[in-house]
């Protein structure tokens, strides 16, 4: 089964430091990996995405994104944070196979990573 | 292009009534999903459309439904509300329909915000 882990809650960064916001994965054929970010009241805003090719995927408002797939994972990064940063962050993945089958189109979504920048 | 639009913003129900939630997709875009989130438990799919077929449904009762109109704009619908139904809807919308929606990016509605008191 197609599923999503994001080990850590929240993650705490001073502004101008880099961040990591950890990822991995677990599907069967080849993974589509995702990262949005959701604000307070808001809905989901889409980052980045790895479907194939190069492993560092470029995003919006400067992240960046590394697939390993020996290691299963897909960590979200950023050179230097910034306090308007801060929000709730989510990974998420589709199975190639389940989805070519129509079997799995839904994306599987980690419980999401609070990301707090302080200045 | 004007994003994903939910309406309405905001939702209060009392138990056992119905409500009916509306979506409409990016200009262009064939496929719609629904999503209820929770804190308990987080971001799940509800079901999802095109070509005015449900093509994959989520673990949820049948109390949960939906359906997509021609022009792609889609309506869930949830009947005899229970607390537990208090939640962020999302609707995402994607381009591409058929089985190349794989790669394809969802984009989200800032959501309805259901309260069932």
């Known amino acids: 089964a197609q599923s999503v882990a994001q080990p850590e809650d929240q993650v705490n960064v001073a502004e101008g430091n880099p961040l990591t916001v950890k990822c991995t994965y677990s599907v069967s054929g080849n993974p589509y990996l995702f990262w949005y970010v959701q604000y307070p009241n808001r809905g989901l805003q889409f980052l980045l995405k790895?479907?194939?090719?190069?492993?560092l995927v470029k995003g919006s408002y400067g992240f960046e994104a590394e697939f390993n797939k020996s290691q299963t994972s897909f960590h979200l990064k950023k050179p230097s944070a910034l306090v308007s940063d801060s929000a709730l962050y989510f990974c998420a993945v589709r199975d190639s196979i389940l989805t070519y089958n129509q079997a799995g189109t839904a994306l599987i979504f980690g419980k999401g990573t609070t990301l707090s920048v302080s200045s | 292009k004007a994003g994903v639009t939910q309406t309405p913003r905001y939702l209060i129900k009392t138990r056992g009534q119905q409500v009916t939630l509306s979506c409409s997709p990016i200009s262009g875009h064939r496929s719609v999903s629904w999503y209820q989130q929770t804190p308990g438990q987080g971001l799940q799919f509800l079901f999802e459309y095109f070509s005015e077929t449900q093509r994959n449904k989520g673990n949820f009762p049948g109390r949960f439904s939906g359906r997509q109109f021609s022009n792609s704009r889609s309506e869930m619908n949830v009947s005899t509300l229970e607390l537990g139904d208090s939640a962020l809807y999302l609707c995402?919308?994607?381009?591409?329909?058929?089985?190349?929606?794989?790669?394809?990016?969802?984009?989200f509605g800032p959501g309805t915000r259901l309260t069932v008191l």
């Open positions: 995402a919308s994607s381009q591409l329909a058929g089985r190349d929606r794989a790669s394809d990016t969802q984009y």
């Open positions: 790895y479907i194939t090719g190069d492993n």
